[in-house]
Nanobody, 122 residues
Framework: QVQLVESGGGLVQAGGSLRLSCAAS????????MGWFRQAPGKEREFVAF????????YYADSVKGRFTISRDNAKNTVYLQMNSLNPEETDFYFC???????????????WGQGTKVTVSS
């Protein structure tokens, strides 16, 4: 099990950028695939990006491809999500998650952070 804590959310203007961080503690962070998801109130949690345990593979939702970048630093037990060209429709809670394999499915991740709020103003 790993414990995950997201940070870096906040208020940004449309077109702006934010970098989210997810710090992990616990056992063997470097063996976990990591994902970022987002969720608006009353909506289902949706996939944003994932990264393989060693950083060797990344994958993005079509809606963020070319604007968001996921990365990880296993020495620091941290995964990042660089978000550029944000738009107001991306105002959500953003969650990081750890699991045994990199997938787009919420159910495949068994460790979740508490989320960080991102608000994009128009």
């Amino acid at each position: 099990q790993v414990q995950l804590v997201e940070s870096g959310g906040g208020l940004v203007q449309a077109g702006g950028s934010l970098r989210l961080s997810c710090a992990a503690s616990g056992h063997a962070f470097s063996s976990y695939a990591m994902g970022w998801f987002r969720q608006a109130p009353g909506k289902e949690r949706e996939f944003v990006a994932f990264i393989r345990y060693n950083g060797g593979r990344t994958y993005y939702a079509d809606s963020v491809k070319g604007r968001f970048t996921i990365s990880r630093d296993n020495a620091k037990n941290t995964v990042y999500l660089q978000m550029n060209s944000l738009n107001p429709e991306e105002t959500d809670f953003y969650f990081c998650a750890a699991g045994p394999a990199p997938t787009v499915r919420v159910v495949d991740y068994d460790n979740w952070g508490q989320g960080t709020k991102v608000t994009v103003s128009s």
